[in-house]
């Protein structure tokens, strides 16, 4: 059923236990996430990016498809817009029936950060969103999740305050497009924001984190874990899989149902490392 993304997230955060949410990027993402959910009896957030939308061509049909496979499922599934940084995209999300808008204007200057997302939010308060970011340089896609970067605890309380979000995006040693699992995550600063934010920390680029280590930085305070290379290593490997053992095959259906069969084997072993504690 499709669900409020904040219904998901708070439940989580009142069990001190965390909800995962995977990036879609074809319609099969999405069916294999659902497939998860079901099989291990958990609610997820599917999300799709800005880049997701840019790749379909505009977000109406990939989101219509989306919340009808939330609609139908026997699972809680919420749809969520990740990393928004275009401020049309952003104002399409109440009529995409998103429950919650990632608006990422970390790539500013820290004042114009504040104030974007202060817009942001107030806009997507008053469409009844849920809503997340992150910081600038301390907190950034493309600077926050690198080596040795991290999030100040107080710049990050004070961010908040400032901009009135639902959710922040820490950096505590994750990094975005992994395809090994070796990072290791600053779990005493993970307590540290968690004792100094009043809202629920989320981790991203969790596909790089050793499933022990996500469950430590669940323990110690994160409450929405993004997922999203992980399903791409798995549905890529079915593809050349499939069509390395059998080249005549021209029919997608094929080689994309051994994909999507994959990525829902992933996305419920993930599922379960997240959300069962």
């Known amino acids: 059923m499709l669900t409020p993304t904040a219904e998901l997230v708070h439940a989580a955060q009142a069990a001190n236990s965390?909800?995962?949410?995977?990036?879609?990027?074809?319609?099969?993402?999405?069916e294999a996430i659902a497939e998860a959910a079901e099989?291990?009896?958990?609610?997820?957030?599917?999300?799709?990016?800005?880049?997701?939308?840019?790749?379909?061509?505009?977000?109406?049909?990939?989101?219509?498809?989306?919340?009808?496979?939330?609609?139908?499922?026997?699972?809680?599934?919420?749809?969520?817009l990740?990393?928004?940084?275009?401020?049309?995209?952003?104002?399409?999300?109440?009529?995409?029936?998103?429950g919650s808008v990632m608006f990422d204007a970390s790539t500013l200057p820290e004042?114009?950060?504040?104030?974007?997302t202060r817009a942001?939010?107030?806009?997507?308060?008053r469409h009844g969103l849920w809503v997340e970011a992150e910081l600038g340089e301390i907190g950034g896609k493309s600077s926050?999740?690198?080596?040795?970067?991290?999030?100040?605890?107080a710049e990050a309380s004070r961010f908040v305050?400032?901009?009135g979000v639902d959710g922040l995006a820490v950096a505590v040693g994750s990094s975005h497009a992994m395809v090994q699992r070796r990072a290791e995550l600053d779990l005493e600063l993970i307590d540290r924001l968690h004792a100094a934010v009043l809202v629920p920390l989320v981790l991203h680029g969790s596909s790089g984190v050793p499933d022990e280590t996500l469950r430590a930085?669940?323990?110690?305070?994160?409450?929405?874990?993004?997922?999203?290379?992980?399903?791409?290593?798995?549905?890529?490997?079915?593809?050349?899989?499939?069509?390395?053992?059998?080249?005549?095959?021209?029919?997608?259906?094929?080689?994309?149902?051994?994909?999507?069969?994959?990525?829902?084997?992933?996305?419920?072993?993930a599922i379960r490392v997240i959300s069962e504690l």
């Open 18 to 30: 965390a909800v995962a949410a995977f990036n879609v990027i074809t319609v099969e993402h999405a």
């Open 161 to 163: 305050a400032a901009t």
């Open 217 to 269: 930085a669940v323990s110690h305070g994160m409450v929405k874990i993004n997922v999203g290379t992980l399903l791409n290593i798995a549905f890529t490997g079915a593809v050349r899989a499939a069509l390395t053992q059998r080249p005549e095959l021209v029919d997608p259906r094929r080689y994309l149902g051994p994909a999507r069969t994959a990525t829902a084997e992933v996305v419920a072993q």
């Open 82 to 98: 990740d990393h928004v940084e275009d401020v049309e995209l952003l104002h399409q999300a109440a009529d995409l029936g998103v």
């Open 39 to 80: 099989t291990t009896g958990h609610p997820v957030i599917l999300q799709l990016s800005q880049n997701a939308v840019a790749y379909h061509r505009g977000a109406a049909a990939i989101a219509a498809a989306c919340r009808e496979i939330a609609r139908t499922s026997t699972a809680a599934l919420a749809l969520h």
């Open 111 to 116: 004042r114009e950060n504040i104030a974007a």
């Open 144 to 153: 926050a999740h690198t080596p040795g970067v991290r999030t100040d605890p």
């Open 120 to 125: 942001a939010a107030d806009w997507a308060h």
